[in-house]
């Protein structure tokens, strides 16, 4: 693909710290090469800001190669840009043109509370990870890689909704701001094993609870969540969750 | 797992949902085959008495009280759901995903709901009130159905063209809230397979189609003399 570069105007939340008030705010960026990437280019308007004696703008990101899903920005409408299984560090901007303007906003949600501009608050997953509670494993001698047999379909079912790198996409494309995909696929991935079996049905009640307790909401099945995910984890693994749900709430003594 | 804790829970509150959905469903079934002896053109002769089948029995009477426990229930339920899902994102964006990622009808629910409901209120007081508070609690006393559908609707008045413009809007609004509706509270009920999905997904978008345009064509076939 060729390359060029391009001039753009962009629209930036930024908010002080959890309390204030935000608002989107204009910059322009000039000589963006379109081989960089969108967070290589909030870099060069980083320190446009910082030359200018201005706030550079806070945003989350780590790895930079689609694998922590630290990266969490709105971007045009659509949680990690216009890319399909994309996340917003992967995104290049050649996916953009010469005069564009591009909306940035940080993932919206009350169980998501914004920390400062682009970065919000999502240690809510963690707890919810945390609630799942422990995986019981033999310890000992390391145990022989084929002990277990397990069928290829499941194994590559689980592995597909172990892609889950917990970045609340699904979250913030949500009209009702539900995190059941990510749930989902953190229930799926160990349902689907043997190793998850002997939890298996405290882990997703637990879970469950504790993603109502965070304040996320119901699930509609609209499939927002999938169009947004850039690991493309299954709305069918919402559907799953439901089953194990309903299972384990069915056959509880109590 | 107590069953409270179970349907208080937001997995819990969609089951009852899905629940309280398919009931419904089944008794739009029911509710079209027996009103489709319209198109009998027999005078009304078939529909009179299909519709005394259900007013003159106890048993379909009894079980019309479930059928507005299940309705109700679910009106409750959806509008709450809607209104708490609402209040979980309180800054809202100012670019929208919209329909980029998903179908517009999924995510008016409520809204379409809302519209099923007026229609739903006008369309019991035209019929079901009518014939009810004629019968009170007694099996007797039923009256024509057959002439009271073509005095609401074979008529030439403002009143009878709002009324037929509502139950044809009545009509399109269930049709949408079913296409979404019915794999919808398959998934609801924890069917993951492709497969069964796919199938029911099909299943859903025909039965919404074909339900709802033969509900819609009853009033104006009454209206444009399309039975004798
Ligand atoms: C009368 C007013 C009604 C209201 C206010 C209403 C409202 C709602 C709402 C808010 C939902 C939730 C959306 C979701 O969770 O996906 C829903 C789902 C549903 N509704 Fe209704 N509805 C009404 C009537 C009906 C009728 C007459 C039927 C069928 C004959 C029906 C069938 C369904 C089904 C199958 C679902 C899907 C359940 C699921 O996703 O698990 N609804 N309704
Ligand atoms: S399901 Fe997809 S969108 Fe949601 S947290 Fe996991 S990777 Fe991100
Ligand atoms: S920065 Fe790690 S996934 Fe984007």
């Known amino acids: 693909m060729e390359h060029y570069t391009m001039n753009l105007t962009l629209k930036v939340w930024r908010q002080k710290n959890a309390k204030s008030e935000g608002h989107l705010e204009t910059y322009q960026v000039s000589d963006i090469s379109s081989e960089m990437s969108f967070l290589e280019m909030f870099d060069v308007l980083n320190e446009q800001l910082i030359r200018d004696g201005k706030e550079p703008i806070a945003f989350d990101h780590d790895c930079r190669e689609g694998i922590c899903g630290m990266c969490s ?77 397990i069928e290829k379909d499941k194994a590559d079912a689980a592995f597909a909704a172990a892609m889950c790198i917990g970045c609340g996409a699904c979250v913030a494309a949500c009209k009702n701001s539900s995190a059941m995909l990510f749930l989902s696929a953190k229930v799926s991935h160990l349902a689907l094993l043997p190793q998850g079996a002997p939890e298996r049905k405290s882990r997703v009640v637990n879970m469950v609870a504790q993603m109502d307790k965070e304040g996320f909401g119901a699930c509609t099945n609209t499939g927002a ?13 919402i559907a799953r969750l439901n089953q194990e749900y309903l299972t384990a709430s069915l056959v509880s003594e109590k | 797992m107590t069953w409270k804790q179970m349907f208080t829970s937001s997995v819990g509150k969609k089951l009852v949902m899905s629940f309280t959905g398919i009931f419904l469903i089944l008794f739009l079934i029911v509710h079209a085959g027996l009103n489709a002896c ?41 509008l709450m759901l809607e209104s708490t899902n609402r209040k979980k994102r309180s800054t809202k964006y100012a670019v929208n995903y919209g329909n980029k990622g998903s179908k517009w009808y999924s995510r008016s629910m409520g809204i379409l709901g809302i519209l099923i409901l007026l229609f739903l209120i006008l369309h019991l007081s035209n019929f079901w009130l009518p014939n009810r508070s004629s019968q009170g609690l007694s099996l007797s006393g039923e009256i024509d159905l057959y002439a009271k559908m073509k005095e609401t609707f074979a008529t030439h008045s403002p009143v009878t063209a709002i009324t037929i413009l509502v139950y044809v809007l009545g009509c399109a609004a269930l049709g949408y809230h079913l296409a979404h509706g019915f794999q919808s509270a398959f998934k609801t009920l924890g069917v993951h ?27 104006l076939s009454f209206h444009f003399g399309w039975i004798s």
């Open chain 2, 38 to 78: 319209i198109w009998a053109n027999d005078g009304g002769e078939m529909f009179n008495k299909a519709a005394h089948f259900m007013g003159g029995n106890w048993v379909p009477r009894i079980l019309e009280v479930g059928l507005f426990a299940g309705l109700i229930l679910h009106i409750v339920q959806g």
């Open chain 1, 225 to 237: 969540c999938e169009a947004a995910c850039p690991k493309e984890i299954s709305l069918s693994n």
């Open chain 2, 193 to 219: 397979n492709k497969k069964y999905q796919q199938m029911l997904m099909a299943i859903g978008y025909v039965f919404s189609i074909v339900v709802c345009i033969a509900f819609a064509m009853m009033p």
């Open chain 1, 73 to 149: 920005m709105y971007i045009n409408g659509k949680p990690h840009g216009p890319w399909q299984a994309n996340t917003t560090c992967q995104l290049h901007m050649r996916a953009f043109k010469d005069g564009d303007t591009i909306v940035v906003e940080p993932w919206r949600a009350n169980a998501f509370p914004v920390v400062k501009d682009l970065v919000v608050d999502r240690t809510a997953f963690d707890r919810i990870i945390q609630a799942g509670g422990y995986v019981s494993v033999n310890t000992g001698n390391a145990v022989d890689g084929n002990a277990i047999p």
